[in-house]
């Protein structure tokens, strides 16, 4: 699935506690905003996964 780069802005202590869990999951800070925002779709029911 081809990405698309977007600004965002956050607090600066939220930052370092997504780099922080980044770092502790061997991730990019983009790979665990991924990871998040993915997770929390899925847990809504907002997302499928496509086969």
């Known amino acids: 699935m081809p990405k698309k780069a ?3 802005r956050i607090d600066q202590e939220l930052l370092e506690s997504i ?6 999951e ?4 983009n ?7 993915t ?8 997302y499928k996964v496509k086969k």
């Open 31 to 37: 790979g665990q905003f991924e990871w998040i925002i």
């Open 26 to 29: 061997f991730r990019s800070c």
């Open 39 to 46: 997770k929390a779709l899925k847990d809504a029911g907002r």
């Open 19 to 24: 780099e922080k869990w980044a770092a502790d």
């Open 6 to 8: 977007f600004v965002i």
